[in-house]
């Protein structure tokens, strides 16, 4: 059965504190694997495998977007959740074979395949899932309703999903919930076709996040809220996945994140401008002016 699209009370429902509103705030990075962040933002000698333990302590999620390009495995899911607070939160991007080399046709088997290779092993850690359509996609009504049916929208509903896997799942599939929660998506667009104004009104009927996407020009830039999740995906405000953000900058999305956060929505943001190391650091810096106050790292940089 599944959900109705009104808000639904999570079983995660920890807010951060310090700004007024009913919505959650989280800001953090497109990944964090990236050897340019080597001796610039991860200190020197720090071992590869304690990256994310760095990141984590200086932000409250990341995007997992390895599982874009290939299956991972339940053993990385669960280093990963491992390796993070706990009150850290992980969006996972799913699988380009599903949106870009199917394009959301017969893709049953791959959903089953993704949600088996160890996304539900990030347990209460696992946040949105994030679904990037190419820019050769454009706007079909009926091929975006089709692939949203497909979509579980729990935990419980992904784990009996992930039981249906077929013989691409070649290790250990994780079927296991400890605990059924809510499940939500992000929708992420490319086509100039998406401008259709039928576009907002279809995921927002199947309660799917539209994906606030900041590419400095390159793909269409859309705003509408289309569910109790707002997913900002912000890739370089002057030059796509290069430039930082400028204090100004990162002013002007503060105002739009309390305002989304004051009418109820969880903001969930992700700086994709990692070419030349801006992401973390704006990342820590749009929270400050948030006043998402982590608690101040230890030591990581050793062993």
């Not at 309660?207 to 109790?228: C, F, H, K, N, R």
């Not at 070419?275 to 650091?281: H, I, Q």
Request: proline share 7%.
């Amino acid at each position: 059965m599944r959900p109705s699209c009104h808000r639904a009370t999570l079983a995660d429902g920890r807010k951060e504190r310090g700004i007024p509103g009913d919505g959650e705030i989280r800001v953090g990075t497109s990944g964090w694997i990236y050897p340019a962040w080597r001796g610039e933002f991860y200190p020197k000698g720090l071992p590869k495998r304690r990256e994310l333990e760095y990141l984590s302590r200086r932000v409250n999620t990341v995007e997992i977007n390895g599982s874009f390009y290939s299956l991972q495995r339940p053993q990385r899911y669960l280093r990963w959740k491992s390796a993070t607070p706990d009150d850290f939160r992980f969006a996972v991007k799913g699988g380009r074979f599903i949106t870009h080399m199917r394009q959301l046709r017969g893709v049953e088997a791959a959903l089953a395949n993704f949600f088996a290779s160890g996304v539900l092993a990030l347990d209460d850690k696992l946040g949105p899932v994030l679904w990037q359509l190419p820019p050769r996609l454009p706007f079909d009504a009926a091929r975006l309703a089709s692939f949203f049916a497909l979509l579980p929208r729990s935990t419980g509903e992904a784990a009996a999903l992930a039981t249906r896997h077929d013989e691409k799942v070649t290790f250990e599939p994780y079927t296991e919930v400890r605990t059924n929660r809510r499940l939500r998506h992000a929708l992420e667009v490319r086509h100039p076709s998406f401008t259709d104004p039928r576009f907002p009104e279809l995921v927002r009927a199947h309660d799917i996040a539209l994906v606030v996407a900041d590419t400095a020009g390159t793909w269409p830039y859309l705003e509408e809220t289309t569910s109790d999740l707002v997913y900002i995906r912000l890739h370089g405000d002057v030059e796509l996945y290069s430039s930082g953000y400028s204090d100004a900058a990162l002013r002007e999305w503060a105002g739009k994140i309390r305002r989304w956060r004051a009418q109820g929505h969880d903001v969930y943001v992700y700086f994709d401008n990692d070419v030349n190391v801006k992401a973390p650091g704006d990342a820590m810096a749009l929270a400050d002016e948030l006043g998402l106050h982590r608690a101040p790292p230890g030591d990581s940089s050793g062993g």
